[in-house]
């Protein structure tokens, strides 16, 4: 289950499922609980033994989507 706390001006929500911690801020509560579903939803296809769709990724999109999730993830 996500927990979305206030922090500043800021909404940080925190998914921990099944041995895995996720964390990101945001500017609004809803933008927050959106992404707690949404990375939920994708914690529980994992563990299913479900896989997200590799088809079509490349490295440089990997590492850019990386370098996206580090850099909102900062504080």
């Given at each position: ?40 939803a994708e914690l529980d296809q994992a ?5 997200l769709p590799v088809k079509g990724w ?11 999730d580090v850099k909102l993830n900062s504080?």
């Amino acid at each position: 289950m996500a927990s979305i706390t206030k922090r500043g001006k800021k909404y940080r929500a925190l998914v921990r499922k099944k041995g895995v911690t996720r964390c990101k801020a945001f500017q609004t509560k809803s933008a927050a609980r959106t992404w707690a579903t949404r990375i939920e939803a994708e914690l529980d296809q994992a563990s299913t033994g479900s896989r997200l769709p590799v088809k079509g990724w490349t490295m440089a999109s990997l590492i850019d989507r990386y370098v996206d999730d580090v850099k909102l993830n900062s504080y």
